[in-house]
């Protein structure tokens, strides 16, 4: 069983910074596939950022080039920095990762993150 416990959100004004944290536990082999969705009230829960265990990452075309994603896998630790922030980026935001053998998808409890000014 994998564990994901997420941190960083808060209350931010618009233009403003955030950075989430995502910390993997449990007995895993190799997470092979670790994300960021998010999930905006009245919304369905949308891909923001992926990143591969061999470094591939992959965003959502709202979030280009203001989001970055990146992980470290000897502390099995998933950031998103989140730069430019917009009233259209509020939304609980989730940690993912998947292990694909044996096969394990899992979910963080999320964070709330709210743009407001």
């Known amino acids: 069983q994998v564990q994901l416990v997420e941190s960083g959100g808060g209350l931010v004004h618009p233009g403003g910074s955030l950075r989430l944290s995502c910390q993997a536990s449990?007995?895993?082999?190799?997470?092979?596939?670790m994300a960021w969705y998010r999930q905006a009230s009245g919304k369905e829960r949308e891909l923001v950022a992926s990143?591969?265990?061999?470094?591939?990452?992959k965003y959502a075309e709202p979030v280009k080039g203001r989001f970055t994603i990146d992980r470290d896998n000897a502390r099995n630790v998933v950031s998103l920095q989140m730069n430019s922030l917009s009233l259209e980026d509020t939304a609980v935001y989730y940690c993912?990762?998947?292990?694909?053998?044996?096969?394990?998808?899992?979910w963080g409890q999320g964070t709330q993150v709210i743009v407001s000014s």
């Open positions: 993912n990762a998947i292990q694909i053998g044996p096969y394990g998808a899992y």
């Open positions: 990143m591969t265990s061999s470094g591939r990452t």
């Open positions: 449990g007995y895993f082999l190799t997470l092979d596939f």
